[in-house]
Nanobody, 127 residues
Framework: EVQLQASGGGLVQAGGSLRLSCTAS????????IGWFRQAPGKEREGVSC????????YYADSVKGRFTISSDNSENTLYLQMNNLKPEDTAVYYC????????????????????WGKGTQVTVSS
């Protein structure tokens, strides 16, 4: 059974930083596509950052480029999202996601979505 558990959300002031973590189990972590999506109240879900193991590519949404960094520790089956210079518009529930290899780019995964979702973690950025 695929399991994804995100943590690390919280309340932070604008300009601050948070690091989200996601522990994964039930699949071959180093082979699957993985990433982070978010959804703010009243808005559609957005692919924030995705990694395609098949193509070795990493995607970032334009809104987070230069501020967020995705990384993974394959020895610990853990995915991270370092978020710096946070803005109020980053406020959302953040979800850790994964998908079996489809031989697609990270751009594709983040724009089409992935099959497996964990429970989200709330990130709130105050102005």
């Amino acid at each position: 059974e695929v399991q994804l558990q995100a943590s690390g959300g919280g309340l932070v002031q604008a300009g601050g930083s948070l690091r989200l973590s996601c522990t994964a189990s039930g699949f071959t972590f180093e082979d699957w596509a993985i990433g982070w999506f978010r959804q703010a109240p009243g808005k559609e879900r957005e692919g924030v950052s995705c990694i395609s193991r098949e193509t070795g590519s990493t995607y970032y949404a334009d809104s987070v480029k230069g501020r967020f960094t995705i990384s993974s520790d394959n020895s610990e089956n853990t995915l991270y999202l370092q978020m710096n210079n946070l803005k109020p518009e980053d406020t959302a529930v953040y979800y850790c996601v994964a998908d079996s290899p489809k031989y697609a780019t990270s751009n594709w995964y983040c724009n089409h979505g992935m099959d497996y979702w964990g429970k989200g973690t709330q990130v709130t950025v105050s102005s």
